[in-house]
């Protein structure tokens, strides 16, 4: 699915489009020309509610009955035990409207999310 990205994926600010690819339940992919990153629906792993502020709502189109999924970058490693998850910046996205937005959660509402967290963590 063709999305289009409304606010910047940290660090590739360039990048105005990509194709989501869902692989499973617990991970997608979103790819470009130059960027493929392995995503997770972090709710599947571990208790993950946050609130989308209203400017990136705005950004994403967001009405009601739209399809919203929330998603955390994995930095895959060989074993899979030992690949990183960032909490700490979702990808969010509007299915419905095929919009894409990348938030920076406040470290002082969020705590508990980190940048770097193992997802051993996570595994059972």
């Given at each position: 699915?063709?999305l289009k990205?409304?606010?910047?994926?940290?660090?590739?600010e360039?990048i105005?489009s990509?194709?989501?690819?869902k692989?499973?339940?617990y991970?997608?992919r979103?790819e470009?020309?130059n960027i493929s990153?392995?995503?997770?629906n972090?709710?599947l792993v571990?208790?993950?509610?946050i609130?989308?502020?209203?400017?990136?709502r705005t950004?994403?189109?967001?009405?009601?009955?739209?399809?919203i999924g929330?998603?955390s970058?994995?930095i895959?490693?060989?074993?899979i035990e030992n690949?990183l998850?960032?909490?700490?910046?979702p990808?969010v996205i509007?299915?419905?409207k095929?919009?894409?937005?990348?938030?920076a959660?406040d470290?002082?509402?969020?705590?508990?999310?980190g940048l770097?967290?193992?997802?051993?963590?996570?595994?059972e």
């Amino acid at each position: 699915m063709y999305l289009k990205v409304t606010s910047p994926i940290f660090g590739f600010e360039a990048i105005k489009s990509v194709d989501f690819v869902k692989i499973d339940d617990y991970f997608s992919r979103i790819e470009s020309e130059n960027i493929s990153f392995t995503l997770l629906n972090p709710s599947l792993v571990r208790l993950y509610e946050i609130e989308i502020p209203d400017a990136h709502r705005t950004l994403l189109e967001i009405e009601e009955g739209d399809e919203i999924g929330v998603y955390s970058i994995v930095i895959l490693q060989n074993p899979i035990e030992n690949s990183l998850v960032n909490f700490a910046a979702p990808i969010v996205i509007n299915h419905s409207k095929k919009r894409l937005v990348q938030l920076a959660l406040d470290e002082r509402s969020y705590p508990e999310f980190g940048l770097s967290e193992p997802i051993s963590n996570y595994l059972e």
